[in-house]
């Protein structure tokens, strides 16, 4: 059984950083794309990144592009997502998410989401 | 960037109802698009993706239809369990973009 959980989410300050972390299970995961999705409270899923199977090709949706890292250590099986310049607007669940079908994916496998607050 | 845009973004509707939702592209995107389910609390859940293609596992009264800019999203007959909000996205044309959602409330 495929199994995604998130974790890393806390209360974070206004332009502080926080990383997010993803195991990963019941899957070969060094042989699939990943994503992060994020929902803010109230509002529908937005795509944040995601990374090919090797690390070596990452997108990101333009609100996040510079201050989003996403990655990914194959080895752990693991997914990761360094934030950094936070603002009030990042506030929301975080999903790891699995795209079965390479480059160019739908996802359809999620984790449980980890909540990011950001405020002062 | 592609603009999706769902309707209508509340419904009514009784058991045993046909259910048919809309989700229009500001531009065409082929079959690029996946329909999901969510439930208050949880992940979303894909039900549909390349416009047509039925997620193994999910129930048969779900089907998908539509290419270039125009989609939906039928339930041939609504059942108590399909109250959920239902988003449609957009996938292989960055970035990924997801409708606003249809909130399916049952009579």
């Known amino acids: 059984e495929v199994q995604l959980v998130e974790s890393g989410g806390d209360l974070v300050q206004p332009g502080g950083s926080l990383r997010l972390s993803c195991a990963a299970s019941g899957f070969t995961f060094s042989s699939y794309w990943m994503s992060w999705v994020r929902q803010a409270p109230g509002k529908g899923p937005e795509w944040v990144a995601n990374i090919n199977e090797d690390g070596s090709e990452r997108h990101y949706v333009d609100s996040v592009k510079g201050r989003f890292t996403i990655s990914r250590d194959n080895a752990k099986n693991s997914l990761y997502l360094q934030m950094d310049s936070l603002r009030a607007e990042d506030t929301a669940v975080y999903y790891c998410?699995?795209?079965?079908?390479?480059?160019?994916?739908?996802?359809?496998?999620w984790g449980q989401g980890t909540l990011v607050i950001v405020s002062s | 960037d592609i603009q999706m845009t769902q309707s209508p973004s509340t419904l009514s509707a009784s058991i045993g109802d046909r259910v048919t939702i809309t989700c229009r592209a500001s531009q065409s995107i082929s079959s690029w698009l996946a329909w999901y389910q969510q439930k208050p609390g949880k992940a979303p859940k894909v039900l549909i993706y390349?416009?047509?293609s039925l997620e193994s596992g999910v129930p048969s009264r779900f089907s998908g239809s539509g290419s270039g800019t125009e989609f939906t999203l039928t339930i041939s007959s609504l059942q108590p369990d399909d109250l959920a909000t239902y988003y449609c996205q957009l996938y292989s044309i960055y970035p990924y973009t997801f409708g606003q959602g249809t909130k399916l409330e049952i009579k």
């Open positions: 998410v699995r795209d079965p079908s390479g480059s160019g994916s739908y996802h359809n496998n």
């Open positions: 390349k416009a047509s």
